[in-house]
């Protein structure tokens, strides 16, 4: 009797534990936090450590690509906004001009033309359009960073997004603003890391193009050797060569969108060579243009003109030399330096002013409003006003760029991005 209670009383308690067991294992709590109780061990362990560090960094470089999308640089929208508006415009200008008339000379290249004792420069030259002066003005430009050869900029990553600005189509694009002017197209004797324009043989300068000016680095000798041995080159030229530059460009047939019946010959179609025999670049009047980086030549050149005025007024061939300077343009002078991107001195100023020299400057937001270059707006407001106070011939002041209204000290006037 005692056995079989016994069997009864066991047979009941391990019913009951078997029933326990079977309602812990289905209940889902109990398995949720056994999974929790397994993760925070396994989170514990150096690979977890390990899976949380790296799940931290994806997860932030992740929000900083989206906080950086979402943020973009305002000022960077809005210079592009005008470089583009101002890429259309020159090109619409360019096309219009070339329509009335296409009938002349590619660019020429020519490679290291001599100058001031040892110093080469290579050089584009681009004849007349029109024989209305018979040849004797020359226009001389001086580019800026990254203006170079086409080819040169097409093969560099970053440059090529600015081919349409090259050399060469910046000497065609001046030749058919300034029809009755010789083009020339001074290259930098230097343009490091292929970007940097470097005048060393017009100014001293560092690496990036900064200049040290001086009271003379013979910079107006070392051009005037540059145009005439210009004008050299192209009389020895042969006829064959400079008529099949003249074929090449009619084969172009001028830019697209340009038809045949907008064409308007120039009066010198008949003779397209008219200006090759009594050509003279460095006997002529001169007008100097400056852009950007190019701007530093012609503020060398004023030291230069003070120079000769002051010290040596009685070296009679650099008083005419300085003479023939007509016109100088500074069209948006930058460069990387931290002063000097404008002349403010009073003494050299006072000099151009006498020198009765038709002066044009024309700017944009993209230098004289640049917060991290204050200066740079801060010299040409002195440059300016200083200019017209001492009489200068100041002819064109343009504060605005492309349409873009950027106030600044001078007056205002509209540039339209004409070179005119």
Request: net charge positive; charged share 25%; with cysteine.
């Amino acid at each position: 009797m005692e056995r079989s209670h016994n069997l009864h009383s066991s047979f009941h308690g391990s019913f009951r534990s078997k029933e326990s067991s079977s309602t812990t294992g289905s209940d889902p709590r109990e398995k949720i936090k056994d999974c929790l109780r397994k993760f925070i061990a396994f989170m514990f362990t150096q690979v977890g450590v390990g899976a949380l560090v790296v799940c931290y960094a994806i997860l932030g470089a992740a929000s900083f690509m989206h906080i950086e999308k979402d943020s973009p640089d305002m000022q960077l929208v809005k210079v592009i906004k005008w470089r583009q508006s101002c890429v259309e415009q020159l090109w619409g200008i360019t096309n219009n001009n070339v329509c009335r008339g296409v009938n002349t000379m590619l660019p020429v290249r020519l490679r290291r033309v001599s100058g001031y004792e040892g110093r080469v420069n290579d050089v584009i030259f681009r004849p007349a359009i029109s024989d209305a002066a018979r040849g004797r003005e020359t226009l001389v430009f001086f580019g800026g960073d990254v203006q170079d050869y086409p080819e040169a900029m097409q093969a560099h990553r970053d440059n090529r997004h600015y081919v349409k600005w090259n050399l060469e189509s910046t000497a065609r694009m001046l030749g058919e603003n300034f029809v009755d002017k010789h083009i020339v197209v001074v290259r930098p004797s230097r343009i490091e890391f292929k970007s940097f324009s470097c005048y060393d043989n017009f100014v001293p300068s560092n690496n990036a193009g900064v200049p040290d000016h001086t009271p003379t680095h013979h910079a107006l000798i070392h051009l005037e050797r540059l145009l005439k041995n210009v004008s050299i080159r192209m009389k020895t030229m042969s006829e064959r060569e400079l008529l099949d530059v003249l074929r090449d460009v009619s084969a172009e047939g001028g830019l697209e969108g340009c038809r045949p019946a907008e064409r308007q010959e120039p009066s010198s179609a008949r003779d397209p060579l008219w200006w090759r025999e009594s050509l003279a670049l460095d006997e002529g009047s001169i007008s100097l243009v400056g852009f950007s980086k190019g701007c530093v030549v012609l503020n060398q050149i004023i030291y230069e003109f003070h120079y000769t005025q002051t010290l040596t007024p009685g070296d009679e061939h650099m008083m005419r030399l300085s003479g023939r300077i007509s016109d100088m343009y500074w069209l948006d002078g930058g460069h990387a330096g931290g002063k000097n991107t404008w002349l403010t001195a009073r003494s050299l100023l006072e000099t151009i002013a006498t020198r009765g020299v038709n002066i044009y400057i024309h700017v944009s937001p993209y230098q004289i409003k640049d917060e991290s270059r204050p200066w740079i707006g801060r010299e040409e407001k002195i440059f300016s006003s200083l200019l017209k106070k001492l009489g200068a011939k100041v002819l064109g002041l343009g504060l605005e760029f492309c349409g873009q209204r950027s106030g600044g000290g001078g007056g205002t006037a509209t540039h339209t991005c004409s070179p005119n």
